[in-house]
């Protein structure tokens, strides 16, 4: 097969995947299509955690539309499983539907498949090829193999700012009605959504939740997933009538603060904890909650996508403390000013440390991504 249709059918894969972002988690995004003679024969990917894989979706598919999947090349973006988990071994239902080509994108890193699943494959008479879009391949499953290598989630800044590095506008500028404070343009605060559905946590500071009564949820059409809402403070200031409290049995709040302030303030905790609020106590670090500790506990929890939209102290404590796995950079065509109390960005990033930079345009505003690390090929 030429490489054109072979990169065409694994970016399908790559597009499934994306559908079990976040139900999927602990698990890797996965999609898989089975191609015949050119012509798709069944697609899948995993929906949720504990459900059949992708894989199996696919064959599943097949089934139900009636075609024959022996002789197929099957896509799948991530290498089919060789081992009993909540479900049974991948590898087992491609060697039993005789498929004989498989195109796997990259290679699992799980214990135990890492090789073994492409391996099995082949001593049973199946072709494997591996490589086609690994990088897009790793990258939606960065947050999987971050939680496998570190136990900590892959961390996402994301920030909207203006061209002079401005974060808000202030009451001064004039600006009264609430929906014309937004920076960034509609089509650009829609792509935020969809970002917040595919993370597994969104984290603000205190400040932020003060400032703003965000409710951090996804807001489009149909169902989505909502991730986990994650609040930093320290001093446990949130306020019991705050949005993110009242809605804390809807969508789950975690509020991470100082061991000493759960000590200090039990009938506040024991407030919150009434609204469904999970209220953690942790070590401080420079007087605020640590950070690492926060990232230990995220982990734990399987998160492996953590978003983190500010505030500007926020943003600026992960990235002093290089807890940074990805910049996500909105940029709106408009100059703010200079009032001194205006927050501003200046982590004195260079160019060269920034890795597989992308820019993105939303009509007038432009979305700059990098990675802090260069993703191993």
């Given at each position: 097969?030429?490489?054109r249709l072979r990169t065409r059918y694994m970016q399908q894969t790559l597009h499934l995947a994306l559908k079990g972002a976040g139900y999927v988690?602990?698990?890797?995004?996965?999609?898989?299509?089975?191609?015949?003679?050119?012509?798709?024969?069944?697609?899948?990917?995993?929906?949720?955690?504990?459900?059949?894989?992708?894989?199996?979706?696919?064959?599943?598919?097949?089934?139900?539309?009636?075609?024959?999947?022996?002789?197929?090349?099957?896509?799948?973006?991530?290498?089919?499983?060789?081992?009993?988990?909540?479900?049974?071994?991948?590898?087992?239902?491609?060697?039993?539907?005789?498929?004989?080509?498989?195109?796997?994108?990259?290679?699992?890193?799980?214990?135990?498949?890492?090789?073994?699943?492409?391996?099995?494959?082949?001593?049973?008479?199946?072709?494997?090829?591996?490589?086609?879009?690994?990088?897009?391949?790793?990258?939606?499953?960065?947050?999987?193999?971050?939680?496998?290598?570190?136990?900590?989630?892959?961390?996402?800044?994301?920030?909207?700012?203006?061209?002079?590095?401005?974060?808000?506008?202030?009451?001064s500028d004039g600006i009264t009605d609430s929906s014309c404070r937004w920076i960034s343009n509609a089509k650009s605060r829609r792509h935020v959504?969809?970002?917040?559905?595919?993370?597994?946590?969104?984290?603000?500071?205190?400040?932020?939740?003060?400032?703003?009564?965000?409710?951090?949820?996804?807001?489009?059409?149909?169902?989505?997933?909502?991730?986990?809402?994650?609040?930093?403070d320290s001093q446990l200031r949130i306020p019991m009538e705050s949005r993110l409290v009242k809605t804390a049995r809807e969508t789950p709040l975690?509020?991470?603060?100082?061991?000493?302030?759960?000590?200090?303030?039990?009938?506040?905790?024991?407030?919150?904890?009434?609204?469904?609020?999970?209220?953690?106590?942790?070590?401080?670090?420079?007087?605020?909650?640590?950070?690492?500790?926060?990232?230990?506990?995220?982990?734990?929890?399987?998160?492996?996508?953590?978003?983190?939209?500010?505030?500007?102290?926020?943003?600026?404590?992960?990235?002093?403390?290089?807890?940074?796995?990805?910049?996500?950079?909105?940029?709106?065509?408009?100059?703010?000013?200079?009032?001194?109390?205006?927050?501003?960005?200046?982590?004195?990033?260079?160019?060269?440390?920034?890795?597989?930079?992308?820019?993105?345009?939303?009509?007038?505003?432009?979305?700059?991504?990098?990675?802090?690390?260069?993703?191993?090929?």
């Amino acid at each position: 097969m030429e490489d054109r249709l072979r990169t065409r059918y694994m970016q399908q894969t790559l597009h499934l995947a994306l559908k079990g972002a976040g139900y999927v988690a602990p698990n890797p995004r996965v999609g898989a299509v089975i191609v015949k003679n050119h012509r798709i024969l069944g697609r899948g990917f995993h929906r949720r955690f504990g459900a059949p894989h992708a894989e199996i979706e696919a064959l599943n598919d097949c089934a139900r539309k009636g075609h024959d999947p022996t002789g197929a090349t099957l896509f799948v973006n991530l290498e089919p499983c060789c081992h009993h988990g909540k479900t049974g071994p991948c590898t087992d239902a491609i060697i039993r539907a005789q498929i004989t080509h498989v195109e796997i994108a990259t290679l699992d890193e799980f214990p135990a498949v890492r090789g073994r699943g492409a391996e099995q494959l082949t001593e049973n008479g199946i072709t494997v090829n591996v490589g086609c879009c690994e990088k897009q391949a790793k990258q939606i499953n960065a947050g999987y193999f971050k939680l496998l290598r570190t136990k900590t989630p892959f961390v996402i800044l994301k920030w909207a700012q203006s061209l002079d590095a401005k974060l808000d506008w202030q009451p001064s500028d004039g600006i009264t009605d609430s929906s014309c404070r937004w920076i960034s343009n509609a089509k650009s605060r829609r792509h935020v959504h969809q970002v917040r559905s595919q993370c597994g946590a969104i984290l603000v500071g205190i400040g932020t939740v003060l400032a703003d009564d965000p409710l951090l949820t996804v807001r489009l059409s149909g169902k989505r997933y909502q991730p986990r809402r994650v609040v930093l403070d320290s001093q446990l200031r949130i306020p019991m009538e705050s949005r993110l409290v009242k809605t804390a049995r809807e969508t789950p709040l975690l509020i991470y603060t100082l061991t000493q302030s759960v000590r200090d303030k039990g009938n506040i905790v024991s407030g919150l904890q009434e609204y469904g609020c999970e209220v953690i106590g942790l070590a401080a670090r420079e007087k605020w909650v640590d950070l690492e500790a926060v990232l230990t506990d995220l982990g734990r929890r399987g998160v492996m996508d953590l978003l983190v939209e500010g505030g500007a102290a926020v943003l600026k404590t992960f990235a002093e403390q290089k807890r940074v796995d990805k910049f996500m950079i909105y940029i709106a065509p408009i100059l703010i000013g200079s009032p001194a109390d205006v927050a501003k960005i200046d982590f004195g990033i260079s160019y060269d440390q920034l890795h597989d930079i992308t820019i993105t345009r939303f009509d007038t505003d432009i979305l700059i991504e990098a990675f802090t690390e260069k993703l191993e090929l």
